[in-house]
């Protein structure tokens, strides 16, 4: 078992309301476009990203290349990872199981909003019934728990077959505004609640790999809006920046090589620390939305 700790994260794990008003509306991205464009279907060509600023088109269209380069990245780790797997070579396949999962943590959001992927890829025992359950955290309970990989074989294929499924998928996925926006306040709330607390990585005990990758992810999206939020609320924009600086300042004590330290070598108040450095990123974050849909 994982060990906890749980802190008061009243600005990390945000409500839906407040995930709403981020975006600048009543209503969940998915069910309804900005009022700036309530009929607008594409989210790439929506005139509320173009309201907004003239240069949200092309950040869009920056952050999908982006995740599509993850993913790329995602399906060759994964190969590998199941190779080893499928291999019967536990070593290798611990060591290449957290590296690959990370750019599946930097991408999270695009996954969920793709249907079936995210319980495919990422349910950990528990969050889908027993004769469901496949993925990486399934893979996870096999080397580091049961330390058998009898019969994983076709977990293994599965999970690269979901993979390779998500990275077609990637490439026709209708993105606006108000979905990046709650993806990265998301992100965060996935730190916040499974990563900071040693719970998402309950075997393995890698939950900073995770932890990294939400964050790199959330501050992607912070990158492609930026000149956005600076033209309208520049101390905001710099706030924000200086935040994840501050953050990521917080995590390198924890890397160790070209990848991290266990969760359980992190000491109780290291965590804290981490816990609060991130409550102070979630706050500004939120307001991200608001600023950029004007």
Not at 63 to 90: R, S
Not at 143 to 157: I, N, Y
Request: hydrophobic share 40%; with cysteine; charged share 30%.
């Amino acid at each position: 078992m994982s060990k906890k700790w749980v802190y008061p994260l009243s600005a990390v794990v945000l409500s839906s309301s407040l995930v709403l008003s981020a975006c600048g509306s009543g209503d969940t991205a998915a069910e309804k476009k900005p009022e700036a464009a309530p009929a607008e279907q594409p989210a790439t060509t929506a005139p509320a990203a173009a309201t907004a600023a003239p240069d949200l088109k092309a950040s869009i269209d920056q952050y999908q290349k982006w995740v599509i380069e993850q993913t790329d990245q995602l399906v060759k780790a994964t190969e590998g990872f199941t190779n080893a797997v499928k291999a019967g070579d536990m070593e290798k396949a611990k060591e290449l199981y957290a590296p690959a999962r990370a750019y599946y943590e930097k991408i999270e959001p695009i996954a969920e909003s793709l249907g079936d992927f995210d319980p495919w890829i990422d349910a950990r025992e528990g969050d889908v019934p027993d004769n469901e359950w496949r993925g990486y955290h399934k893979l996870e309970k096999a080397l580091w728990e049961t330390k058998s990989l009898k019969d994983q074989e076709k977990v293994a294929d599965q999970l690269l077959q979901d993979v390779k499924q998500l990275r077609v998928k990637v490439e026709s996925v209708e993105i606006d505004v108000p979905m990046l926006v709650t993806g990265a306040v998301e992100l965060l709330n996935e730190v916040s609640t499974s990563k900071v607390t040693g719970e998402e990585e309950r075997y393995s005990h890698t939950d900073m790999y995770d932890f990294a990758a939400n964050v790199e992810g959330a501050n992607e999206i912070f990158k492609v809006l930026k000149s956005a939020v600076e033209a309208k609320d520049a101390a905001l924009a710099t706030e924000i920046e200086n935040r994840f600086k501050a953050l990521d300042d917080e995590i390198a004590p924890h890397r160790k090589g070209e990848g991290f330290v266990l969760y359980t070598e992190i000491k109780e108040d290291q965590v804290k620390k981490l816990s609060q450095t991130l409550d102070a990123l979630a706050e500004p974050l939120s307001k991200m939305g608001t600023i950029v849909g004007g």
